[in-house]
């Protein structure tokens, strides 16, 4: 059969050399000493077990690997000026640029050439009507020969100006055999039609058909 502890209210018990009030049994007994009660002890070995199981996890969440911890991004990451790689970055960057392609050898001008230009070589005359048939062109031209009516020279230099103009640097021998040298200048016209000196009043020649 359970006991049953109640408080004794007529009179306040004496305090134990503890500190601890003396509780009286109903039954009669002596009274005894009241401690800690098995609930109390209950609750506090569950309370400490809990305290216990909490500083473990918090111990096992706290030497988590670095990785799973620290995550920096790659913009923030702190650069390494040390080594082969942080000099090479440290040096100015030079692109390879191609060399700018030179213009071809026709389209400078003024330029110089051993032979007369294709355009200017024939046979050049006042009159074609005739084709020139049966007589001397005014001026024959070849790569590399000038004829002025009974004269002839050769080419040592031609000068060209321009696609449509010349000047000739020719030598020859006249009457006496004497050697002369000369320049001469040519322009074409007319989409090449048409053959004329180098001065604004100088006469103009069709070419001879072939």
């Known amino acids: 059969m359970a006991k049953i502890i109640i408080k004794d209210e007529r009179a306040v018990p004496p305090a134990s050399p503890r500190g601890k009030r003396l509780y ?8 005894t000493l009241y401690s800690l009660s098995r609930t109390t002890v209950f609750l506090a070995a569950v309370a400490w077990t809990a305290t216990i199981g909490l500083a473990f996890m918090l111990g096992r969440a706290s030497v988590a690997p670095l ?12 650069p390494d000026h040390s080594g082969p790689k942080a000099l090479a970055s440290a040096r100015p960057s030079v692109q390879a ?9 026709a389209e400078i001008y003024p330029r110089f050439a051993s032979v007369v230009p294709t355009a200017f070589r024939g046979s050049w005359d006042e009159i074609v009507s005739d084709r020139c048939a049966g007589r001397e062109a005014r001026y024959t031209l070849t790569a590399t020969t000038f004829r002025n009516f009974e004269v002839n020279t050769d080419v040592e230099k031609v000068k060209v100006i321009s696609k449509n103009q010349i000047e000739l640097s020719v030598t020859g021998y006249d009457e006496g055999n004497n050697q002369f040298n000369d320049k001469i200048g040519f322009r074409l016209l007319d989409n090449g039609k048409t053959l004329s000196g180098d001065k604004e009043d100088s006469n103009l020649y069709r070419k001879c058909p072939p």
């Open 67 to 78: 990785s799973q911890t620290i995550s920096i991004a790659p913009e923030n990451a702190v």
């Open 24 to 31: 009286r049994d109903v039954s009669g007994e002596p009274p």
């Open 97 to 105: 640029t191609a060399p700018a392609e030179m213009p071809k050898h």
